[in-house]
Each structure stands twice: as structure tokens, then as C-alpha cells.
């Protein structure tokens, strides 16, 4: 069997969970839609669990842990427990930076510690200054302060390890781009615009988002980003454009929204790539 991880607050699914649904049953193998949260997931060896839209684990993060590695214990988690474990914090941005994907500047904040945002406009060069928590999806706990709010601040501190970024212009203008790589092979792109005044890029905030052909520089940007990071069945890649420069700003490797309305090839592809790995 082959299950999609929905959650609680989708009991049924989202509308590409049932795509991709329809993409196995196509295939071949069983498979079923099924909140992580709710029932006793005894699995058998040969099962597979896919987490999809798993969206609340956020809210729940120590049962989610325990549930993951309890499906990773009795059959195959998709992505791998290891993979999971290290993108769920957003440190990992720094390790792919290391490794030669193309960052946008990211400075990384403990938790407790006094930090004075004045002191990184001028590092960064930058207007406007971006914190988020480490931990955390869908933009949750996301600041944006400017220079003025900066002004002779003595220092301030949070509750939970943040990353300071820069925030590129080219966000408010030009959008986010979102690259679908499936077994490591890019599939199809979007670009999502966020809402008038907003930097956020997700549809629920207001975004417009567009399949689009991504500019080579883009493509190649992202195909860094996964050669830089673990191989996986999939993954979803979010970069800025800045007058010509692809910046990684997300590499999404947990549940990812993979925009596949629209996207029969892609959702073939990664119904074969999860038949092959059922066996």
C-alpha cells in the first residue's frame, strides 16, 4: 500500500494529493489518502507512507516527530526520515550555502541572544531586512523590518533561533519562483507574485501564481541547489530573481505544495517514481 500523509485539517486531501492518487492508481498499486494525525498508522514492511499535505505538523511539531519516526520504524517514509529531520529546520539553508547553492546572505540568530539589526543593513547592503524563525512554515512568524525601525535599537532578541536575510526587491516586483524537481530531474515551474504590498508568496496571502518557464539562470541556479542537497524523490526549490541572479530563498523537501494542477507529466513522473520505489 502506499499512503499519502495529508492532516487532520484536510481529512480527505488537497486537490494534487488526489492527482497524484490517480496518477498510482494508473500505475498499479494500491494507495490510499490518510491524516498523519488521526488513527494508528501500523504499517507493514512493504508499505509506503508519502508525506503530502501534512500541513499542521508545524502546530504539532514533537508528535509529528514521534509519528514520522514511527512510520519510518514499520515501513519506507518518502522523503527519508533523514532528509526530513534536517530540512525541518531551516539551518540547513547555511549547510546548502556552504556547499556551493546560491544563498541569498543569511546570518543565523540563537535564541535568547541580544542582536542589533542595525549592524546588518549595513553588512547586507540593504534596505529592508527579513526575520523568520528556523522552524516554521508558510511564511508563520516571518518580520520585516526597515531601517528606520532599526534606528538606535539597543538589540533585540526571540524565544527561538531566526535566520536575518536581506529582503530582495526583486520579491514585491518580480515574485518568487518555484522549481519542481522530481528524482532529482526538474518537471515544471511557477511563478508566484505576491499580493500588493505583501512579500509573501503564497496563494492563501493573496499570491497569483502561474506556470511559467523558468530563465536559464534560474533553471540552473535551482539544479545547483539539488545537486548541493540530498537526492530525493521530490523536492521543490524556491529562488528569487535579483536583476539576473537566482537567490535560494527555500529548498522544500518535507511536503512541499508541488503545483501540479496542470502537470500531467509531472505527476506521471512521480507516480512512477514512487511505484518503483514500492517494488
Same mark, same amino acid.
Given at each position: 500500500?502506499?499512503?499519502l500523509? !495529508?492532516c487532520?485539517d484536510h481529512p480527505?486531501?488537497v486537490?494534487?494529493d488526489?492527482? *497524484?492518487?490517480?496518477? *498510482?492508481? &494508473?500505475?498499479?498499486?494500491a494507495?490510499?489518502i490518510?491524516?498523519?494525525d488521526?488513527g494508528?498508522?501500523?504499517?507493514?514492511?512493504g508499505?509506503?507512507c508519502?508525506?503530502?499535505?501534512t500541513?499542521?505538523?508545524?502546530?504539532k511539531?514533537d508528535?509529528?516527530?514521534?509519528?514520522?519516526?514511527?512510520?519510518? /520504524?514499520?515501513?519506507?517514509?518518502?522523503n527519508?526520515?533523514?532528509?526530513?529531520?534536517?530540512?525541518?529546520?531551516?539551518?540547513?539553508? *547555511?549547510?546548502?550555502q556552504?556547499?556551493?547553492a546560491? !544563498?541569498?546572505p543569511?546570518v543565523?540568530?540563537? /535564541?535568547?541572544?541580544?542582536c &542589533?539589526?542595525?549592524e546588518h543593513?549595513?553588512?547586507?547592503g540593504?534596505?529592508e531586512?527579513?526575520v523568520?524563525p !528556523?522552524?516554521g /512554515?508558510g511564511?508563520?512568524?516571518l518580520?520585516?523590518y526597515?531601517?528606520?525601525d532599526?534606528?538606535?535599537d539597543?538589540?533585540r532578541?526571540w524565544a527561538?533561533d531566526v535566520?536575518?536575510?536581506?529582503l530582495v526587491?526583486?520579491?514585491?516586483?518580480?515574485?518568487?519562483w518555484?522549481?519542481?524537481?522530481?528524482?532529482?530531474v526538474?518537471?515544471?515551474a511557477? &511563478?508566484?507574485?505576491?499580493a500588493?504590498?505583501?512579500? &509573501?508568496?503564497q496563494?492563501?496571502f493573496?499570491?497569483?501564481?502561474t506556470a511559467e518557464a523558468?530563465p536559464?539562470?534560474?533553471?540552473?541556479?535551482a539544479?545547483?541547489?539539488?545537486a548541493a542537497?540530498?537526492? !530525493?524523490?521530490?523536492?521543490?526549490i524556491d529562488l528569487?530573481?535579483?536583476?539576473?541572479t537566482a537567490?535560494l530563498m527555500?529548498a522544500?523537501?518535507i511536503?512541499p505544495q508541488l503545483? *501540479?494542477e496542470?502537470q500531467? /507529466?509531472?505527476v506521471?513522473a512521480?507516480?512512477?517514481?514512487?511505484?518503483a520505489?514500492?517494488g
Open positions: 500500500m502506499i499512503y500523509a !495529508t487532520s480527505a486531501g486537490p494534487e488526489h492527482l *497524484l492518487l490517480e496518477g *498510482l492508481a &494508473r500505475n498499479g498499486p494507495a490510499a490518510r491524516p498523519w488521526d494508528d498508522w501500523r504499517l507493514s514492511s508499505d509506503l508519502v508525506i503530502r499535505s500541513w499542521n505538523y508545524v502546530d511539531r508528535e509529528f516527530a514521534s509519528w514520522q519516526r514511527v512510520v519510518a /520504524a514499520r515501513g519506507r517514509l518518502v527519508p526520515l533523514d532528509v526530513i529531520e534536517w530540512n525541518i529546520d531551516k539551518k540547513h539553508l *547555511l549547510e546548502l556552504s556547499r556551493g546560491p !544563498t541569498a543569511t543565523l540568530v540563537a /535564541a535568547g541572544v541580544a &542589533r539589526l542595525e543593513f549595513g553588512a547586507f540593504c534596505e531586512l527579513v523568520k !528556523t522552524v /512554515a511564511s508563520s512568524g518580520e520585516v526597515s531601517m528606520v532599526a534606528r538606535g539597543a538589540g532578541s527561538y535566520l536575518l536575510q536581506p526587491p526583486a520579491i514585491r516586483t518580480e515574485g518568487e518555484s522549481l519542481v524537481f522530481v528524482a532529482g526538474f518537471q515544471h511557477v &511563478r508566484k507574485r505576491p500588493r504590498g505583501d512579500i &509573501r508568496s496563494p492563501e493573496g499570491a497569483t501564481v523558468p536559464n539562470h534560474v533553471l540552473a541556479a539544479e545547483q541547489t539539488i542537497g540530498p537526492m !530525493t524523490t521530490f523536492a521543490r528569487v530573481d535579483n536583476s539576473g537567490l527555500e522544500e523537501y511536503e503545483f *501540479l496542470g500531467p /507529466a509531472t506521471r512521480l507516480a512512477e517514481a514512487l511505484t520505489l514500492h
